[in-house]
């Protein structure tokens, strides 16, 4: 844990490396966006941190500038679509000088890169819509290269034109295969457009500074990360799996805030007067506050207004779905709550297999994240949400239903806090290490499970995929490493090292944000974060065995076929990623060594694997995908598209189908709507399967050990 004395030597070193700025060039045909003194103290001071107390040791240069450039080129125009190839040759010289502007909070040549790439991305834009003037003919044997990311810079304008020609057409022909009606399809497409440029024209200084910034600490470690006030409290929200205000999802549709779904219980749903589709107006806060008018607003500063402290009372101005602008709108008061967002929490599900002429229950147990709700914690609660918490109560009712094994299933869970990784593996093993950290200064600590009760003694799997990383990883290892259940899926993420959140309001002092002329402002919830948070590297995972979870992940005891493109997602496909290595291993005891059934239980699932009708149809998706990556380009040919997609279409349903008669639903055909609440998830039935082999070669194992002991008995 970082000490307060070191907050003060890493803002003073960045106090001290103030410079004069350079002038900013205008860009005729952007919106010439301009830096803040805040968001120059917040860099100075992120990368003081950075070099100071990163993990990764790294040194501020200009071998360092050319990856966060190339990054930040990357997140701006990666497909090659808008930049031309002289503003490339323009920003080149900024190659090696970007990260001098980073020490010093000097980002002026950062937002002019961004306002060259915004003129060319309201140029294309508009191109686009002078484009549906013309009469398009979708006869010629044409393509579209879609995908220009390995291509080099289009040379000029007059080359841009013909490629963004080719674009309007294939958006064209995309609906002209669905409706004939040719002036609909431009009046809908025109739409389309004019909606990028409205949302383009709500792009903001802070949009600019976060997208940069996540270029930047990226370029150190992938999980080094910035986040603004308003990313900030949505990364918390999803740590806690909880928030204050009227529990309503919110999106922006058609310049409206609109209400998207209620959360059940929430105060928007007990108060019978909001339900989707209805568009929110104004705001006002408490009985007697002004009404903000929010059409137009963009989503995340229309939150801030709704979202609020526990008891507050919020306003709002209420145009029901249905009703048009001319309508009168209601007002609907509300009194915030505390929302927990049940739908994110761990859940539980049996399934049924029969086996040999006997029945088994398996208990699916979902864990979506490692999370705690650390603001109930601290406040005294006894009763708050947590994964070890709500896994525990999961694990007492299986019981009662007399499961006869569980699959904790742990895909996309993408991880969350180390102590809830180390509380939940304590909920399968007496006492002993879960996860070895070892920090910058090679200090090794060891996170123990010191509880000696057990909530679940019985036969386990743990099910993984490529998104399963970091505390999922630490836990599946533990298992792993222990013996103690079998893991199943496919190779994990790799993500094996550890986080620090720093409030960066604590660091950068009032009196120093006074000095910068910036003063914090006061909302519904208190006083509002003004200089956001910095996730830090400070250590990496090792598993108790003693490999990294770096890079390499857990690999499963039984192997399923990856939907997800192993080459495409992972920690090893970024350059900037810490390497796998590895330390001694800790001193535990395993509780069981099922190395000896492994093989069996692998060739008893590839043997179903063989004649499934559901992996069949899941293994030719997967190779229809690798095959379609590979391909950049589109036809313009209506009749030679049309073709293609009919083929496509018709595989697709195929594949569905075989998918849906393998679980025992009947077939679709062509224009039917897909049925709710189905489950069709074979590799969660696989994992259950597996654990059900699992219990009877145990069975039988167990059964040829008794009868031995007994022979040598008599």
């Known amino acids: 844990m970082f000490k307060r004395f070191y907050f ?43 070099t100071k107390y990163n993990y990764k040791k790294v040194e501020l240069n200009d071998s360092l500038s050319g990856v966060i450039y190339g990054r930040y080129i990357k997140s701006l125009d990666g497909g090659h679509n808008y930049l031309l190839a002289s503003d490339i040759e323009d920003f080149d010289k900024y190659k090696s000088s970007l990260v001098d502007g980073v020490k010093n909070g000097n980002l002026n040549d950062v937002y002019y890169i961004f306002n060259v790439f915004q003129k060319r991305y309201i140029e294309r834009i508009k191109y686009s819509i002078a484009q549906l003037d013309k ?107 909880s928030l204050q205000g009227i529990g309503a999802t919110l999106e922006s549709k058609n310049e409206y805030i609109s209400i998207q779904a209620l959360v059940p219980g929430g105060p928007a749903d007990k108060s019978h007067q ?16 002004v009404f903000q008018d929010i059409v137009g607003w963009r989503i995340d500063n229309a939150i801030k207004l709704i979202r609020g402290t526990k008891g507050t009372l919020v306003r709002l101005k209420i145009l029901p779905a249905g009703k048009t602008a001319a309508d009168q709108p209601k007002i609907v008061e509300i009194v915030r709550d505390k929302i927990v ?10 399934k049924t297999y029969n086996t040999n002429g006997k029945t088994y229950k398996i208990g699916i147990i979902n864990v979506p994240a490692f999370y705690a709700d650390m603001s109930a914690l601290q406040a005294g609660a006894t009763n708050y949400n947590s994964t070890s918490r709500d896994m525990k109560l999961v694990l007492d009712t299986l019981k009662r239903a007399g499961v006869d094994g569980i699959v904790v299933d742990l895909r996309s869970n993408g991880g969350g806090l180390l102590s809830e990784a180390v509380s939940l593996t304590g909920l399968f ?9 070892r920090d910058s200064r090679n200090e090794i600590d060891v996170d123990k499970d010191q509880d000696p009760s057990i909530a679940y003694t019985g036969p386990m799997a743990v099910l993984i995929d490529r998104f399963s990383a970091s505390a999922s990883e630490i836990f599946a290892g533990a298992i792993q490493d222990y013996g103690r259940g079998i893991i199943v899926g496919t190779q994990s993420y790799g993500k094996g090292t550890v986080q620090n959140q720093i409030d960066l309001d604590k660091i950068i002092t009032p009196s120093i944000a006074e000095q910068l002329g910036i003063t914090k402002k006061a909302t519904s919830t208190g006083s509002e974060n003004t200089f956001g948070q910095l996730n830090l590297t400070i250590a990496k995972f090792y598993r108790i065995s003693g490999g990294s979870t770096q890079h390499k992940g857990v690999i499963p005891d039984v192997k399923f076929p990856s939907t997800i493109p192993m080459d495409k997602y992972g920690e090893g496909i ?30 008893m699932h590839e043997q179903r694997l063989s004649s499934s009708l559901s992996f069949k149809a899941i293994n030719e998706s997967i190779a229809d995908y690798s095959k379609k990556d590979k391909e950049n380009s589109v036809t313009l040919n209506e009749a030679e598209l049309k073709k293609q997609r009919d083929a496509d279409e018709q595989k697709s349903l195929a594949r569905e189908n075989s998918l849906r008669t393998s679980f025992g639903h009947p077939a679709l055909k062509k224009g039917d709507a897909k049925p709710k609440k189905e489950d069709l998830d074979p590799f969660k039935l696989e994992a259950g399967q597996v654990l059900v082999d699992y219990i009877n070669l145990d069975t039988k194992v167990s059964q040829v050990n008794t009868n031995r002991e007994v022979k040598l008995k008599n």
């Open 341 to 350: 967002l049940k739908d994110q929490l761990v859940k539980q599900e049996i």
């Open 274 to 289: 909001i339900a989707a589709g209805d568009r929110i107006l104004e705001v006002a806060q408490g009985k007697d506050g």
């Open 574 to 603: 970024d350059p900037s990623a810490l390497p796998f290595d590895v330390i001694a291993k800790s001193d535990y005891v395993k509780v069981g060594d099922l190395a000896p059934v492994i093989p069996q239980l692998t060739k």
């Open 429 to 437: 093993i007496k006492t002993g290490p879960v996860v070895q950290v």
């Open 135 to 241: 009469t398009f003919d979708f006869t010629p044997k044409e393509s579209f290269t879609y995908d220009r990311a390995d291509l080099p810079w289009v040379a000029n304008e007059a080359a841009m034109n013909v490629e963004w020609t080719k674009r309007v057409k294939y958006d064209m022909l995309n609906l002209a295969l669905a409706s004939k009606d040719i002036a609909k399809n431009k009046e809908k497409l025109k739409k389309r457009y004019e909606d990028l440029l409205l949302q383009n024209s709500k792009l903001n200084t802070n949009d600019v500074f976060q997208i940069f910034m996540d270029d930047f600490t990226e370029s150190i470690d992938p999980h080094t990360n910035y986040f603004d006030p308003f990313h900030a409290a949505q990364f918390n929200v999803e740590m806690s799996r």
């Open 8 to 50: 003060v030597l890493a803002l003073g070193a960045a106090l001290a490396c103030n410079a004069a700025p350079s002038k900013l060039t205008p860009v005729p045909g952007s919106a010439n966006l301009e830096p803040t003194e805040q968001q120059s103290m917040v860099c100075k001071t992120v990368a003081t941190f950075i």
